[in-house]
């Protein structure tokens, strides 16, 4: 039987490349968003990869609209398997000149859109006792970063909402089990319609990866849900330990370079933002997967591979160290017998 996977944000960037993984295995894939440019040609990527596809507009900030295509896509392909939150909106800017509509529209769609997902998610999963929700989050979620925020704030919030989650499906020992994937900085079309009060043009803090590598993290994330969260990236990696051992440094260190490793030497963007609005609803306004960052992207991550064949990396160490064992103890033999 294939799987049913629901992915909200499915129109771009990394929920668009996670769609068309599933695509690729013959799942039944939900695409979940507010711009039908988008969504549409999601689909035919979807179906061409041999998988099939169900486009539903929805505005994740609104519970109504997700339920309604949480029913949708049950009716459509039966059983939810996976729910991928992935939809998100944000704002580019130092605090003060974001308004308090900006702010409250930002954190609904980012924070509370997870939320209604994963209650809707939940109303079907629950009563089966099977069924997976991954959250995609990000190093900002574990380590804030200036100008960022409404976004910084969001992803936070995901990551306690999830945590008190998952303690509450361990104590009624269910059957479901939810999942964060922690992303890096990807090259993502979000950088060209964002709301930006920025001199300057957005830009993902290098080191940048492709949407496929974060994809690839999201689909083993669900594969392997009971983990606590991935993180993808050796970046994310290494943001969350620095975090840990010298947040006072980071402090101070952001403070002096987060402004200007945050934005491009070109103009800021000049076309519609897509915080109130999809700025791909009209025919012909498809964004695809990647941003305008191809040549500074890395289109893999060692780090994530190794996270994804941790068996793999125990065998390969385990015989490093036989053979390094074997080697000292053929040297001291050696040795001995001179």
């Not at 129109?11 to 599933?22: E, M, Q």
């Not at 079907?124 to 929700?133: A, E, N």
């Not at 002096?256 to 700025?279: A, C, H, I, K, M």
């Not at 960052?293 to 125990?314: I, K, N, Q, T, Y």
Request: aromatic content about 6%.
């Amino acid at each position: 039987m294939a799987q049913t996977v629901v992915i909200t944000g499915a129109s771009a960037g990394i929920g668009r490349a996670t769609a068309r993984l599933y695509g690729g295995r013959g799942a039944d894939v939900v695409l979940v968003a507010r711009g039908r440019a988008g969504l549409d040609a999601a689909a035919k990527e979807v179906e061409s990869l041999g998988g099939r596809a169900l486009v539903h507009e929805a505005d994740v900030a609104d519970p109504d609209q997700v339920e309604a295509a949480a029913a949708a896509a049950e009716e459509h392909f039966g059983p939810v398997d996976v729910w991928i939150n992935c939809a998100f909106s944000t704002v580019f800017a130092p605090f003060e000149e974001i308004s308090h509509e900006e702010y409250r529209r930002a954190t609904e769609v980012t924070y509370l859109g997870f939320v209604n997902g994963t209650r809707s998610a939940l109303l079907r999963m629950l009563p089966r006792d099977r069924g997976t929700i991954v959250q995609v989050g990000s190093a900002l979620g574990e380590r804030s970063v200036p100008l960022q925020s409404v976004y910084c704030g969001a992803k936070h919030a995901i990551n306690g909402f999830t945590s008190s989650l998952r303690t509450e499906l361990l104590h009624r020992g269910s059957g479901v089990h939810v999942t964060v994937a922690q992303m890096p900085a990807v090259n993502t079309p979000q950088f060209s319609w964002v709301t930006s009060r920025l001199s300057r043009h957005p830009q993902p803090v290098p080191p940048i990866y492709q949407p496929e590598v974060a994809a690839r993290g999201v689909v083993h994330a669900a594969d392997h849900p009971r983990r606590k969260q991935y993180y993808i990236g050796a970046t994310t990696v290494a943001t969350v330990w620095a975090n840990r051992f010298f947040p006072a440094l980071l402090d101070r260190y952001l403070a002096r370079t987060g402004y200007g490793s945050q934005q491009t030497d070109q103009r800021p963007p000049t076309g519609d933002s897509n915080l109130f609005e999809p700025v791909d609803a009209a025919a012909g306004t498809d964004h695809g997967a990647h941003g305008m960052f191809d040549d500074a992207s890395h289109g893999s991550s060692l780090e994530a591979v190794l996270a994804r064949h941790p068996a793999a990396v125990a065998s390969a160490v385990a015989s490093a160290v036989g053979v390094g064992v074997a080697a000292t103890a053929r040297a001291a033999l050696s040795r001995r017998g001179r």
